[in-house]
């Protein structure tokens, strides 16, 4: 399940300046992905690390990448709730609302 989203302008002008860094960028996440977890779990934990370092940019991209591979909106729900427990409760509405507010212009 290949994750086919296009990346913001401003990531697209990033590594063209930088193009060095998209390859170290790049290597990193090939080498992370080595091991027994399959796709979808990587982009869940992936998700829900974004999630506890309260990193709206990552989650709002970890969330156009789980739908694009076709994990369900209920899933990425599940893991918001999850954080309430760790994060507390303002956090984790934070979290709701980026994660929201990519489900409602993902949704048909």
């Not at 913001?8 to 063209?16: N, Q, R, T, V």
């Not at 690390?49 to 591979?69: D, P, T």
């Not at 209920?74 to 893991?79: F, K, P, R, Y």
């Amino acid at each position: 399940m290949p994750t086919t989203v296009k990346p913001p302008k401003a990531y697209d002008e990033f590594i063209a300046q930088f193009p060095k860094l998209d390859q170290a960028w790049r290597a990193i996440n090939e080498a992370g992905a080595i091991g027994p977890l399959d796709e979808r779990e990587q982009r869940l934990v992936k998700l829900g690390i974004a999630m506890g370092a309260m990193r709206e940019g990552a989650i709002r991209s970890g969330v156009r990448k789980a739908v694009a591979m076709g994990i369900e909106p209920e899933a990425i729900a599940q893991i918001v709730a999850l954080c309430a427990g760790t994060l507390g409760m303002p956090s984790t509405v934070a979290v709701h609302t980026w994660v929201s507010a990519v489900l409602d212009k993902t949704q048909p």
